[in-house]
């Protein structure tokens, strides 16, 4: 894998749903404005398969761009859940994917499938050691049953990405502690959020950036519906908070995605 840094920064978006419905209609235009702003790799969180095809279509459009991962997200786990895993396995058996993702725990709205979540969860987690793939975590209103579930895990070796990290500086402490990379978005620029403080201490070397468009828009974009040229504004926070030239989050947090997303079975960037 080699990803060359031009004269100009270039960024990764870790996790951007930019074959969204919201989208997908101006797709042409915000990958122009994305590449434009120096974000020339996109990677696409799977959702469940009735988006599957629109997400692999916007890959086969932008090749060189954007990214497909697989995996099924918990707010999208029913009673039908074994047969969307079935999806997911016979996705994976068919071609290389560089994560499985967005999997994991969400009890916001209720708990009512959260057994079935858990297997979901636990499945897809046990398919990552198998394929040797990274993983990338939702997690919300679930940040320490979700830490709990993936720590026998990660001591097997599993890796990745606590996508839309919104947590506590220990929770933060924890996760990195795994092994594992903190997802930062547009949360990261909302004043009483609490993320600057609780990754103020984290080193570099844990953090990638994300927009998780449409999704969160960074400030001053709040309202609008977010895009991966928009991932500046994240940047711009992140140097203000590490007190460290831009360029330099862009190189480094460019860096650490090609660490996670980098392993023997992924698809090649």
Not at 196 to 212: G, R, S
Not at 221 to 245: D, H, Q, S, W
Request: hydrophobic share 45%.
């Amino acid at each position: 894998l080699c990803i060359k840094f031009s004269l100009f920064m270039q960024f990764i978006d870790t996790h951007a749903h930019v074959y969204s419905e919201e989208l997908l209609p101006d797709l042409n235009q915000l990958m122009t404005s994305a590449i434009g702003s120096g974000v020339n790799k996109i990677f696409m969180p799977a959702i469940d398969s009735h988006t599957l095809e629109a997400m692999l279509s916007v890959e086969r459009a932008f090749p060189e761009n954007c990214f497909a991962m697989m995996g099924l997200h918990p707010c999208y786990v029913k009673e039908n859940v074994q047969t969307e895993l079935d999806i997911v396995a016979d996705q994976l058996s068919k071609r290389k994917f560089p994560a499985i993702g967005e999997i994991g725990l969400d009890f916001y709205w209720d708990k009512t499938f959260s057994s079935q979540q858990y297997l979901a969860f636990n499945t897809q987690m046990q398919w990552a050691l198998d394929f040797s793939l990274p993983i990338v975590i939702h997690t919300r209103n679930a940040i320490g049953e979700t830490i709990e579930a993936v720590k026998p895990f990660a001591k097997k070796g599993l890796r990745g990405i606590f996508h839309c990290f919104s947590g506590s500086k220990e929770s933060a402490e924890q996760i990195i502690g795994m092994g594992f990379h903190l997802g930062l978005g547009g949360v990261l620029t909302y004043k009483n959020a609490g993320v600057a403080e609780a990754i103020k201490d984290i080193p570099m070397e844990w953090l990638v950036l994300e927009t998780d468009a449409p999704y969160l828009s960074p400030v001053p974009y709040r309202g609008k519906k977010n895009e991966p040229a928009f991932i500046i504004e994240v940047a711009k926070k992140l140097a203000e908070i590490k007190n460290i030239p831009l360029h330099e989050v862009a190189e480094i947090t460019s860096k650490n995605a090609v660490k996670v997303f980098l392993t023997p079975n992924a698809v090649m960037l």
